[in-house]
């Protein structure tokens, strides 16, 4: 499975845009993007995927580049419930968590 | 409400003292998996089923036993708990499809154990 590589921490105004960059240059053609969030200590919990296409849901905004060794994660109008460890995963048969970004949303 | 139920959340027990984390999900889902999360090193695998009767390691299965006798359950069972079993526990499930496993995976809302 590839690796991907995120900023340790990010910080963002309350109803700004929080754009969340992830690194996947050793992407392979069937692996999928995938992110998940952590608040606090709770379970990680499902926000979006993507293979070649922009992707979007009610609560974000996938865009991968067009050679798909890089994504960003776009919450368009972040709230302070927003802030956790966000985690960009690509993979096949399963998933492996790495450091993530800890986003953090200012008042 | 579709759902992944840990129980306990909270257990702090002493080395040796066999132990059981029950998970439970209400989605009839074939895929289970556990996993522990530690302090800068992330969420790592501990098992996963495929389905009733399926198991399979995960990459830290060392400790750890589970089973799946129902679709339902899939109990993290710790014979002779130990300090660096000290952790934050979490279960999960998804469908399959196809035979791979679906995108997402539902998370329980985590077991912390301390082993002293």
């Known amino acids: 499975d590839a690796k991907t590589t995120q900023p340790p921490s990010m910080d963002c105004a309350e109803g700004r845009a929080a754009n969340l960059p992830c690194n996947h240059s050793?992407?392979?053609?069937?692996?999928?993007v995938y992110w998940y969030r952590q608040i606090h200590s709770q379970g990680p919990q499902y926000i979006i995927h993507g293979l070649k296409n922009n992707e979007t849901n009610e609560m974000a905004s996938l865009i991968i580049t067009e050679d798909r060794k890089s994504s960003t994660l776009i919450l368009p109008h972040a709230t302070l419930r927003d802030t956790a460890v966000y985690y960009c995963?690509?993979?096949?048969?399963?998933?492996?968590f790495g450091q993530g970004t800890r986003l953090t949303i200012n008042p | 409400e579709a759902q992944v139920t840990q129980n306990p959340r909270y257990l702090i027990t002493v080395t040796g003292k066999k132990l059981t984390v029950t998970c439970s999900q209400n989605m009839n889902h074939e895929y289970m998996s556990w996993y522990r999360q530690d302090p800068g090193l992330g969420l790592r695998q501990i098992y996963y089923s495929m389905n009733v009767e399926v198991t399979d390691k995960g990459d830290v299965p060392e400790g750890y036993k589970v089973s799946r006798k129902e679709k339902r359950n899939f109990p993290l069972i710790l014979e002779s708990p130990s300090p660096n079993q000290t952790s934050l526990y979490f279960c999960a499930s998804s469908r399959r499809d196809r035979g791979l496993i679906t995108d997402t995976q539902y998370f329980g809302p985590g077991t912390r154990l301390t082993v002293l």
């Open positions: 050793t992407i392979s053609g069937n692996e999928y």
């Open positions: 995963i690509v993979r096949v048969r399963k998933l492996v």
